[in-house]
Structures are given as structure tokens and as C-alpha cells.
């Protein structure tokens, strides 16, 4: 009888919150989409708990809340400290996170093991952390119990490109030079070895896999959006100047610099204008670059919006120019596509496994220079081709309706259950592999 009812997953998401954005949105609207397939329980962190509550579910019922701050709360104060206010050197911050990951999953583990070996939960599900450096102790003790464990989607390890070694030290990387220690970590092997089903967000991770891995692994990208809206297309009426969009932490490895160096000339000729929304510490020295180059007129700066107004601006753009030179996911990404809005991204990492030359502009990684000239083409060619333009946004628009919404990506994950559940086969979504 009960291969016949929809399997009961504990979720872990140390990170989920709906009020957030980056990876505990991701945590959340992974964790919510999964209630259409799955019988679901989320363990969450202390922090998490009133917007979870806010959002309509109920504490002991739908989630429980585990307080690690014992341990995380000098982590974080150790990582403020060595991070100063630039908000920079994320290899730090997520090897300093592990200790309070570790207790976490102690926490956790007194507090549903009685219930795990009763058979009360059929699925182990980490969502969060994402990162496939920080490990999990809980998938060895699972395994002794029968209890299929599934980890992911992991994402991370994308290296530096050789092109930005500047870059790379002004975002203060330095422990990515020895990031590859994560594999010395307690619970390294023994979490690959004993999941039954690894879900790989990204190339850079499934490389990571190695063939030991290879045979339970499963390719999903993280992101997704939780519905492609209606395309807003009276907000972008034919022969207006090309409305160009950047969403992002003003930080070195974003690349808003060489969006301003590229649309310059045209924005100086008003072809084409550029909103910067975001903040971060390169902003002083963006508004100086647009102003020595002659187009501060054209190159607006909102700051920080909240995401609904983010959306907004999106659905007033024609085109979301993106040259990040080490993205993870790029969920902005999505989001931008699923607005009709055309994206002009480098071909590295995260943003070139989202979007295909008919549905965006991949730019070629190389030197800063080879990048900015290939982007100014890009920008040059979308201004001047409006037709070409509203077909790629189209296609853009319907790659997301197909691959990338909750809704679709719980299903992917619900085939995954079945499969670690020995219901079905390993699946095989028919997503082209990037």
C-alpha cells in the first residue's frame, strides 16, 4: 500500500527563507514546490522561522526550526571580521559555515532519529547548503538504517578564470587557491558513498563527481522561477532606444564595469540605456567610469530593489546584460528569460548552461578587453535587429515555461524519489546537457 502513495520526504534546507534572496530562496522554493509531489517535513534553521511561519505554514506540523547559533553565531562574527563590510570572499564564508552545519545535522539528528528508525519518513532530502564542499555526516547513519538519502542540487567549484587573476584578489579568494582541502573534510566520501541519489546543479559539479559518483548522480539546475508571467510586451513599444539591465552585486567578479565600457558609445548616441540595480562596493568607481566615458546620463543607478520591483524592471527591459566571469547558477538569469528579456552573458560557468545562442548571446570568455569588444557587438546588433530580438526573447521566454519553473523542477525531483525508492528507473529528463 505504500508504494502506491506519494513518498514522505524530511527536507533539509539549513537555508530557507521566502523574505530571502540567493540561496535560502533557493531552500524555500524548492522545499514548497516539493509539497506537490511529496509528503514533506522541513528542518530549517532558527533564523528562517517567522517568515516561515508568515508564509502560512505551521511550526512542528509543516517545519521544524533547529537553533545552531551556539556554534554559528561566533562563525559568522569570526567571518564579519576577516570580511570587513565589502561583503566579498565567499570560499571563506562557506568553509567557515561547516562547523555550524555540523552541529546543525547533530541537532538535527537528536531530534528525528527515534522517529527515522521507525520508518516514519521514507526520504533523507538535503536541499541547502548547496555547495558540494560542505559535507554531510547524516548520510552514513541513514544508510544503517535504510533510509535513502538525497543530497542536492550541489553547485560550486566553478575556478577562476586565469584572465581575471586581478579580479580574483580584489574579491579576496584567497582560500580558493587551496579550495580543493574540502575533500579532507569528515564526511566527504562517506556522503557520496552512502547517498543514494546526488542531484548535480551545474558542469563544474558533475566534474567534480568523478566516475565513483557518476552512476547515482542526476543533472537538475538549481534555479527555476515559480511561473512565466504573461509577456508584458506593451512596456516595450517598437522603436524605443534599446533598455539594457544589470542585476547584481556590484563586486569585481560581476563584470557592471564592462557593461558601462561596452554600451558607452552607443548610450552616448541614445541607442541604448543601461539600469545598474544593485549596491556593493565598486558603485563609487562604476558612477566615475560612466561619467569619465561621457554616458552617466544614460547609465542609471537604483541600488537594492526588492524582488517584486526587481521583476518589474525586468519586464521593461529588452535586454539583460550579464558579463559575471565566475557565476554558480544565475538565477537572475532565469528570471530575466522568463521575462522575454534577451540576456548577453559570458560562456563560463552557471549563465552558459542556462541560455543557448538562440535564446541569448554568449559572449566568449577572454581577456577583459576581447570581452567588452564582443559585448558592444552584441549590444550593437540587438539595438539595430528588433525582429531578431523579440524571436530570441520569445524562444528565451518558453526555454523557462519548459525547464525552468518550481512546478517542473519538483517533478524532475519527484522522479528522482521514485528511483532511489526503487519504483522507477534512474530518470533521464531529455534536458540537452550542457
Known sequence: MRAAQRPRVLVIAEAANPEWVSVPLVGWSLASALRRVADVHLVTQERNHAAIARAGWVAGRDFTALDNEAVAAPMWKLVDRLRGSSGVGWTLVTALSVPAYYWFEHLLWRRFARDLRAGAWDIVHRVTPLSPTTPSRLAARLRTIAIPFVVGPLNGGVPW????????????EWLSYVRDAYRLLPGYRSMRDAAAGLIVGSRATWRQMGERWRGKSVYIPENAVPAVQPDPAEARRPGQPLRVIFVGRLVPYKGADMLI?????????????????????ERTELERRAAELGCSGGVTFTGWLDHAAVVERLRQAHVFGFPSIREFGGGVVIEAMSASVVPVVVDYAGPAELVTPATGCLVPLGPRVAIVAALRAQLERLANDEAERSAMAARARARIERWFTWERKAEQVAAVYAWVLGRASKPDFGMPFP
Not at 163 to 169: H, I, K, N
Not at 266 to 271: E, I, Y
Open 161 to 172: 578564470p586565469r584572465e581575471f587573476a586581478e579580479a580574483r584578489r580584489q574579491e579576496r
Open 261 to 281: 565600457d561596452a554600451s558607452a558609445e552607443l548610450v552616448r548616441a541614445g541607442r541604448v540605456s543601461v539600469e545598474i540595480v544593485g549596491d556593493g562596493p
